[in-house]
């Protein structure tokens, strides 16, 4: 029997993100069946989902799936159907081939559609009334990322009893960047929606603010913005600073940087059947001094082109040997459907070939490149088999891979080389930073890290180890929410 809108069970926390925290998995015999997605996202709310009974609100991952809402450890998994149509036009279109460029500094164009955002604010629509049908009144949701940017807006219009919440898991761009978007108000106006809008870096928070200020003139007092309101019911229509007399919100636009389960990492790494891998892993590459690890989706924003460039000229004027040194890449399937990317792939693998062919012998090989992905043990055992992990991404919101290389690092070793247009950047400073467009200068960072003494690489390690154990993701849960309880709790002002 299907349940209606109303005959639905109302929660008390609500989580709203493009994915599901589970993945249908469809056996050879046709049978299917949900297993756990083993995202940090879900690590870090499966407690709170817990303990204040909650829902998760999104997509299966899979065009036109039509299942009814079901538990799953304990989280209860609300669907939001999607066509062919709509995941070509809301998510591949729009999300990653318009807001994802257009957000990382345009290292591709991003194309504007006006079919894909009708589509966009379609699809957005029904996830606001999924989350509205979904909560409890009084009750507080989390809204999840750039694929959802308009349902903060449209949900405060359905339910302006909630508690909202937004985080941005990517970056915000400067204006001169945002400006170029058609839709630049409306994208403003539905996060302003929320009660708490989440960034990863202060400068995307302030870049958030800075557009909040040219497009609709209201007053930011870092981090609040002062949001004037005609009729909260119907969302935001106001434009220009709080007149006196006149009735407000106020929104807070902070960063609040995302990171991981680093127990959960550095249990594993301490399993003697990981650390058993991770040593044959290192036979397997033929033992060389040095091994190189990059792990990253396979995406134009990770800078694997310039590693793969980087690592190719230093075999190429002898400062290394394949004997001394080898790249292994990891570079999992993304969005496969996609142009781009599928030229990426292309590229990529041409210059994994013929770096090859130039340098590798019988015994030993350049490049060991991998396109899939791995579980979480053989990921921990690559991380422990690595001397030097490399994170030249030409712009990131955070990047998780590198907080997972240093919690697994226990034994205190290992160089992290990161790039400063990363996230983590801003917390992992004792990382050897770079700039991953200069080629020479990433050449010269490997180069030292290859050679910097054990006692300096230990000092470096035991210093970033230090950071990422204290501010674990459940810190970073525990710290939005409370900001957000405590934003709600001020209320409107006039």
Do not use: C
Not at 30 to 57: C, D, K, N, Q, Y
């Amino acid at each position: 029997m299907t349940e209606t809108r109303d005959e639905r069970k109302q929660y008390d926390f609500v989580v709203v993100s493009n994915r599901l925290p589970v993945d249908r998995v469809v056996k050879p015999d046709g049978s299917a069946h949900w297993r756990p997605s083993p995202g940090g996202l879900v690590t870090a709310l499966e407690p709170v989902m817990h303990s204040r009974g909650g829902a998760w609100i999104g997509w299966s991952g899979q065009p036109d799936l039509d299942f009814e809402p079901f538990d799953s450890n304990g989280i209860r998994v609300v669907p939001v159907r999607l066509s062919a149509r709509e995941v070509e036009h809301y998510y591949e279109g729009f999300s990653n081939g318009t807001v994802w460029p257009l957000y990382h500094d345009v290292i591709a164009p991003p194309i504007f559609h006006r079919d894909w955002w009708e589509t966009y604010v379609k699809v957005n629509q029904r996830f606001a009334e999924a989350a509205a049908g979904s909560s409890h009144h009084g009750g507080t949701v989390w809204v999840h990322d750039y694929q959802l940017q308009l349902v903060p807006k449209m949900l405060r219009a359905l339910r302006p009893d909630l508690t909202i919440g937004f985080f941005n898991h990517i970056p915000f761009p400067p204006y001169g960047i945002y400006s170029q978007l058609p839709w630049r108000t409306q994208i403003v106006e539905g996060l302003l929606g929320a009660d708490v809008i989440g960034f990863q870096r202060l400068a995307d928070a302030n870049n958030f603010s800075r557009a909040v200020r040219r497009l609709k003139g209201f007053v930011t007092k870092n981090p609040i913005i002062e949001v004037p309101l005609v009729d909260e019911s119907e969302g935001i229509r106001a434009h220009g600073p709080v007149r006196k007399g006149q009735e407000f919100r106020t929104v807070v636009a902070r960063h609040f940087p995302i990171s991981i389960d680093s127990a959960v990492w550095e249990k594993l790494a301490r399993s003697p059947s990981v650390q058993a891998r991770a040593k044959q892993i290192r036979e397997d590459l033929g033992n060389p001094r040095s091994i190189l690890l990059g792990v990253d989706r396979l995406d134009y924003t990770k800078g694997i082109g310039h590693r793969l460039k980087a690592f190719g000229e230093l075999l190429s004027d002898e400062s290394l040997t394949i004997e001394e040194a080898t790249l292994v890449q990891i570079a999992s399937p993304s969005r496969e459907r996609v142009r781009t990317y599928m030229q990426l792939r292309d590229e990529i693998e041409l210059t994994v070939g013929r770096i090859n062919g130039d340098f590798a012998t019988i015994s030993h090989t350049a490049i060991s490149y991998h396109h899939h992905g791995y579980p979480r043990e053989e990921m921990v055992a690559l991380y422990l088999a690595a001397d030097i992990m490399l994170v030249t991404a030409l712009r990131d919101g955070m990047n998780l891979v590198a907080k997972e290389y240093v919690a697994t690092r226990f034994d205190d070793d290992g160089v992290l080389i990161l790039s400063e247009f990363a996230g983590a950047a801003d917390e992992l400073k004792r990382a050897l930073l770079i700039n991953p467009h200069d080629i020479d200068g990433l050449k010269e960072t490997i180069l030292a890290a290859i050679a910097m003494p054990k006692r300096d690489r230990q000092a470096r390690m035991r210093a970033l180890r230090k950071r990422v154990l204290e501010n674990d993701v459940d810190k970073w849960s525990t710290e939005f929410l409370r900001v957000l309880t405590t934003s709600r709790a001020r209320g409107r002002k006039d």
